[in-house]
């Protein structure tokens, strides 16, 4: 099982990234997916997750508003738009996939998820 992030960069404050993490080696379809971010001297956060269930989504209340979580279960692709980037924003952002019934929600906990992408570094400037 693959978990690869992509899309982080240098960006000014205010401005927009799209992030990716597109999987491999499993059946996409059976797992929520969570998005994670850890910025240096931190722990690790939930900022998104999103169920088998496309209308099933969850966010930190830090970044309700301005983060958007989505997936393509055909491209075995999901993505997390970032609007109105803030310096706080910078760190490194982890893709991660749980195994779940269809009904279940995404979680916010890190240990409930079997897989973990590579991580990809997204710095803010002020």
């Known amino acids: 099982v693959q978990l690869q992030a992509s899309g982080g960069g240098l960006v000014q404050a205010g401005g927009s990234l799209r992030l990716s993490c597109t999987a491999s080696?499993?059946?996409?379809?059976?797992?929520?997916l969570g998005w994670f971010r850890q910025a240096p001297g931190r722990e690790r956060e939930f900022v998104a997750g999103?169920?088998?269930?496309?209308?099933?989504?969850l966010y930190a209340e830090h970044v309700k508003g301005r983060f958007t979580i989505s997936r393509d279960n055909d491209k075995k692709t999901m993505y997390l738009e970032i609007n109105s980037l803030k310096p706080e924003d910078t760190a490194v952002y982890y893709c991660?996939?749980?195994?779940?019934?269809?009904?279940?929600?995404?979680?916010?906990?890190?240990?409930?998820?079997?897989?973990w992408g590579q991580g990809t570094l997204v710095t803010v400037s002020s």
């Open positions: 080696g499993l059946t996409f379809s059976n797992y929520a």
């Open positions: 991660a996939a749980d195994r779940v019934i269809l009904s279940t929600p995404p979680s916010s906990q890190p240990d409930d998820y079997n897989y």
């Open positions: 999103i169920g088998r269930r496309l209308s099933s989504t």
